[in-house]
């Protein structure tokens, strides 16, 4: 099963890499978007062209947006500001592997390396816990989608989403193999990696509950998962005086507590309006405050990501009635917190990246699309958003 299994995952994870990375080149060098006015203000070619000619060319076209805080945290460590709400485990690893020289060429290679080795990683996990679940036809497809969802982009950038991937896959894999203490490690990395991180509570007490024998100690090993953030916690404390900077910081990305779930209803209200915007005709605001930009841009978007909430919706519903309990807690809990804290002028910004590494998500989306036949259609028409989502990053338009 080993050597079955690893190659699949390289096959997908070798398929939909060479697809991100050749329409990200190609937009990059297409449309110049490196010196577009996002990249002037967003930006920094310090960070993110560093190698200067052609290793530049090589390197930059995914180094997008919040790869510049990710890179600059690697480099200069947090100021206590606005970057605190980027976890530190991801800049950490990248740091890491270039001591102890680590100059802004050396980290950018080593934020590539560390999002594909990750990812890789990620996939070899799923593929061997969803054939523990439901066998390998279902696996083989959850392994492709994945790969090839949208928002699966961030999987090769400078991103983080890669690590929680793997370390979230690896933690239900653990628990559903009685590697407890794997578990709760595992699950204590999430929580240094992202805040979402800690949810990972949730479906492993309730994977403990399901198990025989269960035993006390077995449980206590889940208590290491409040470490990842609690050690962070205590950086911030010594180092800015503020243990709770992260959720401080929120307020500079727009994201404040509006209630549980609000965000759905937000998002629904922001959709609605977009579909007025662009019936209008008018190039002015009308329905909605802007998120800056082109208001029938904002507007499709605002439609876009409506979709994402309604494949989000539909696929938790599917995975508790379709899959273990834990599978399903997990999704709901996770989307709890990004639905509960919306983005003032876009209220699902995020969302698919979001999606992206909520694996049992796709493990509903791959048992449907095998036992209806409809995989191929399914695996394409996601590789063609894929590469739609891929152009838009790599030209320094927000997407997600």
Avoid: K
Avoid at 340 to 351: A, D, I, K, R
């Amino acid at each position: 099963m080993n050597s079955s299994t690893s190659g699949l995952a390289f096959r997908a994870f070798l398929s939909s890499r060479a697809l991100v990375y050749a329409v990200a080149l190609f937009t990059s060098l297409r449309l110049g978007a490196d010196g577009s006015a996002n990249a002037t203000r967003f930006g920094d070619e310090s960070l993110t062209h560093p190698l200067g000619g052609f290793g530049d060319v090589l390197f930059s076209p995914l180094a997008r947006w919040d790869s510049v805080w990710y890179l600059e945290i690697a480099h200069e460590g947090y100021d206590g500001g606005p970057d605190t709400a980027f976890f530190p485990l991801y800049p950490l690893l990248v740091r890491t592997l270039v001591l102890p020289d680590p100059s802004e060429a050396a980290l950018l290679v080593s934020a590539y390396v560390v999002s594909l080795a990750c990812f890789a990683g990620a996939l070899w996990l799923l593929q061997r816990l969803v054939e523990l679940e439901l066998g390998r036809s279902v696996a083989r497809a959850t392994v492709w989608l994945v790969a090839l969802f949208p928002a699966a982009l961030f999987f090769g950038a400078p991103y983080s989403e890669s690590l929680f991937l793997l370390v979230s896959v690896g933690a239900f894999y653990a628990a559903r193999t009685g590697r407890w203490a794997w578990a709760g490690a595992l699950a204590a990395a999430a929580a240094a990696t992202r805040s979402a991180g800690i949810v990972l509570l949730v479906p492993l007490v309730l994977l403990w509950l399901d198990s025989q024998p269960r035993r006390a100690r077995e449980l206590a090993w889940l208590g290491l998962a409040p470490l990842g953030i609690g050690a962070y916690m205590l950086h911030l404390g010594v180092a800015h005086g503020d243990a709770l900077a992260f959720i401080d910081a929120q307020e500079a990305w727009y994201r404040e507590f509006a209630g549980p779930f609000v965000g759905v209803w937000d998002g629904t209200t922001a959709a609605w309006d977009g579909v007025r915007q662009l019936a209008s005709g008018s190039r002015e605001t009308v329905y909605f405050e802007p998120a800056g930009g082109d208001p029938f841009r904002v507007a499709a978007i605002n439609l876009l990501l409506f979709t994402f909430l309604a494949f989000a919706a539909v696929a938790v519903v599917g995975a508790f009635r379709r899959l273990p309990r834990a599978y399903g807690a997990y999704a709901l809990a996770a989307l709890a917190l990004p639905l509960s804290y919306p983005v003032g002028p876009q209220p699902l910004m995020s969302l698919p990246r979001f999606l992206a590494v909520l694996f049992p998500l796709f493990i509903w989306l791959a048992l449907v699309s095998e036992e209806r036949g409809r995989f191929v259609q399914v695996a394409t028409a996601s590789a063609v958003g894929l590469g739609l989502f891929t152009t838009q990053f790599a030209a320094w338009e927000w997407i997600a």
